[in-house]
């Protein structure tokens, strides 16, 4: 199952620095866009804001067209409660750039422990489900093996098998793959590849992988001092962006 994602008009500012400026956006379910741009332009806090660790200024964010910090009561809108925000966040996954598992637990234990723990599945069931993951990225004779033993790729494919365990709608990822050696890089890319193929999520990538961007994502955004200077089907914005600041973008990393 996959949700649709919209921004309205979403402002962030980190004391006088604004962010975001302002950045409307609809992702239809099931939706894969890569979102490229130059460090500093904003990616990360707007997945931070989709995961709920940062509350934007102004505008509304909607998953599915419920809005995640106000909810409907009694006729109007009210702030949003724990429960609202623990049943948005957890529509949502999240892949980062360091892949922050636990150096005392298996493959399997590190999947397995949310299931355990937030959705509250007994044992066999949350290891069940973290085996059939661990499987889907290729790991599934390293389940018993700790973090230290495997390689960064493999390590990066734990976490987002970790973040599929809880079989979230959207999934985020930011960076995946910056902090990998480069032989390393395109084994994390060809999951995100079968992912997105799959359809079963909505997927937004933040990357600096120009080629993956363009053959793997529905459509990419060109971010630019917080905003969206350039939306469009990823061919097109490779091959024929409409802005010239794209273009200069594009051929400075390619
Ligand atoms: P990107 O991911 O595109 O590189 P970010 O969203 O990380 O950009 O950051 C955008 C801007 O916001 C940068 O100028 C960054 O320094 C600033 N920023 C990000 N997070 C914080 C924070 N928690 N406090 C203050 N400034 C921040
Ligand atoms: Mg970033």
Do not use: C
Not at 3 to 26: C, P
Not at 77 to 85: F, N, S
Not at 98 to 112: I, K
């Amino acid at each position: 199952m996959s949700a649709s994602v919209t921004l309205e008009n979403i402002s962030k500012r980190y004391g006088e620095v604004e962010v975001l400026r302002g950045i409307d956006l609809h992702i239809p379910a099931g939706q894969t866009v890569a979102l490229i741009g130059p460090s500093g332009s904003g990616k990360s806090t707007l997945l931070r804001l989709l995961m709920t660790l940062e509350r934007p200024d102004a505008g509304r964010v909607l998953i599915d067209g419920e809005p995640m910090w106000t909810q409907p009561r009694g006729g109007r809108e009210a702030p949003a409660t724990e429960a609202h925000l623990r049943k948005v966040r957890g529509k949502i996954g999240m892949v980062f750039q360091h892949f922050n598992l636990f150096p005392h637990m298996t493959a399997l234990d590190n999947v397995a422990e949310a299931p355990r723990h937030v959705l509250g599945l007994g044992r066999a069931e949350a290891e069940a489900r973290a085996a059939e993951y661990l499987g889907k990225v290729g790991l599934g004779d390293k389940l018993g093996q700790y973090p230290g033993n495997l390689s960064g790729g493999q390590k990066q494919r734990v976490g987002i098998a970790r973040a599929l365990a809880m079989r979230p709608e959207i999934m985020l990822f930011d960076e995946v793959t910056s902090a990998l050696d480069p032989e390393l890089v395109g084994g994390v890319l060809e999951i995100l590849r079968e992912l997105s193929a799959s359809r079963t999520m909505t997927m937004i990538i933040v990357t600096h992988q120009m080629k993956f961007a363009e053959r793997s994502s529905d459509r990419t955004l060109f971010f630019e001092a917080g905003r969206i200077l350039e939306d469009g089907p990823s061919p097109e914005v490779f091959n024929a962006p409409s802005h010239a600041r794209t273009r200069q973008f594009l051929d400075a990393v390619i």
